[in-house]
């Protein structure tokens, strides 16, 4: 456990540690949440602050926001550390926090990698919490839906910090040379392009780029008229990574996630497999790469194999878990499993030509037949009137007609015969047919 100062630190501490935004005003991200207007920068103001927990990736500023609340509410703030704080330890704080909330002094606990906490240190906190006596703010880079108890979750509101923007990080490199707190006194000879080197490694932590940049002007060249100059050479020899030149957010980044894409579309294992290795050797996110694969296994394969989107999910969670290096194994899974699956493109199609029917067709009404009648007006109104329950029928289908009366007999759903899909082709067409045979002659349109 430890009582803080908040923000006041020395020139000897990191670059990161100085350069912590103080004010809302200066916190740079997250603007769904601290934006003019938004709820979390609303409580704040009002000082109507509850217990909460902040979920997101490394450094987006988690701890720094919970030091800015207690700031701003005239708080006082006390870290704990899952390592350290031991049962006795949090009790007795909690009880001097009691006392204090009924001399009107609020205090606001600090919980950061509150997913590593164990039972019973969660547990210590609950009571406390539900009684006012703190303001329990909780960090994570995990789901706390599965890492926090639910007694403890159902008691605090979370908030969902993003991945800070390269924009963002940006805005906090330049802050860094300018500002007395960083490097303002001091005259850095640096280009944009290098800057955005930074940029691109940080991969949305503010920590990390503004360590890099620490890191940078100590092992920066001094030049006759006293700048540290920092180039290109010098990021690469300090991060040992020449594969920097890899932009995440331009065209080569475009090009290679394509070039993964169409290599597994084309049942190219080997070709897929370097392109994965490129991105991620070039510090490309692997939950980015991911989330490509997932929407691939529906886009490209879908009821052909519907284990893919399986696959794709649980590595998905893998990369969530453990991250880079170790996820580089269960990725290449996952591509060759793509490569390899039989393709269909019948679901992507079949949203594509819904889609466009819906956005000309906006306005166009509910059938009657498939509408709630939950009040005896709408009953009145026919609404449900003639609906078939297809589970009460022996086929478990019925002729009814679901979509809305310009768009009967429109079909968006094209199978292939690919995979395992020749099965749901089968069956369609086996429902077509059945329903056409039982429709009587008005239905058909004798």
């Known amino acids: 456990m430890e009582q803080t100062s908040l923000f006041e630190v020395p020139m000897s501490e990191p670059l990161a540690s100085r350069m912590r935004p103080r004010t809302l005003d200066e ?7 601290i934006g003019d207007g938004k709820i979390l920068r609303r409580m704040i103001e009002s000082d109507r602050i509850s217990s909460m927990i902040f979920w997101g990736p490394p450094g987006v500023g988690k701890t720094t926001l919970a030091r800015i609340i207690a700031k701003c509410t005239q708080s006082e703030f006390i870290t704990f550390s899952a390592v350290t704080a031991g049962i006795k330890e949090i009790k007795k704080v909690m009880e001097d926090a009691d006392s204090n909330r009924k001399l009107g002094i609020q205090t606001i606990v600090f919980i950061d990698e509150i997913h590593r906490f164990n039972k019973a240190q969660q547990d210590a906190f609950l009571p406390f919490v539900e009684k006012g006596s703190i303001v329990l703010i909780g960090a994570t880079t995990e789901n706390p839906s599965f890492e926090v108890n639910n007694a403890l979750l159902s008691r605090c509101r979370v908030f969902v910090l993003k991945q800070l923007s390269s924009e963002d990080i940006f805005v906090l490199l330049k802050r860094a040379i300018s500002d007395e707190r960083g490097f303002g006194k001091e005259k850095i000879a640096i ?174 009404p509910v059938p009657l037949v498939i509408r709630n009648a939950p009040t005896k007006l709408m009953k009145d109104l026919n609404y449900g009137k003639g609906y078939q329950y297809a589970h009460d029928t022996e086929e478990k289908v019925t002729t009814m007609e679901c979509l809305p009366p310009s768009l009967t007999g429109k079909v968006y759903y094209h199978p292939t015969s690919q995979g395992n899909e020749v099965r749901f082709k089968e069956r369609l067409e086996q429902i077509k047919r059945w329903k056409e045979s039982h429709r009587n002659p008005t239905e058909k349109g004798e």
């Open 191 to 364: 280009t944009e392009d290098v800057l955005h080197l930074i940029v691109e490694f940080a991969n949305g932590d503010a920590r990390t780029a503004l360590t890099i940049l620490d890191m940078l002007v100590t092992n920066g060249d001094v030049a006759q008229d006293g700048a540290i100059e920092i180039n290109q050479k010098l990021v690469e020899d300090c991060l040992s990574k020449k594969t920097l030149v890899y932009d995440k957010n331009g065209e080569e980044h475009y090009n290679i996630i394509s070039a993964l894409h169409k290599s597994m579309r084309n049942s190219d294992p080997d070709a897929a497999v370097y392109w994965l290795s490129r991105m991620l050797e070039a510090g490309e996110d692997p939950i980015y790469i991911a989330r490509r694969i997932t929407r691939f296994a529906s886009e490209d394969i879908g009821l052909a194999d519907t284990n893919a989107l399986n696959v794709a999910i649980h590595a998905y969670q893998a990369c969530h878990l453990i991250g880079m290096p170790e996820c580089n194994v269960h990725l290449t899974e996952a591509v060759i499993y793509m490569s390899l699956a039989p393709k269909s493109n019948a679901c992507y199609v079949a949203y594509q030509l819904a889609s466009s029917d819906a956005k000309r067709m906006l306005a166009e």
């Open 27 to 33: 916190f740079v991200g997250q603007e769904h949440l």
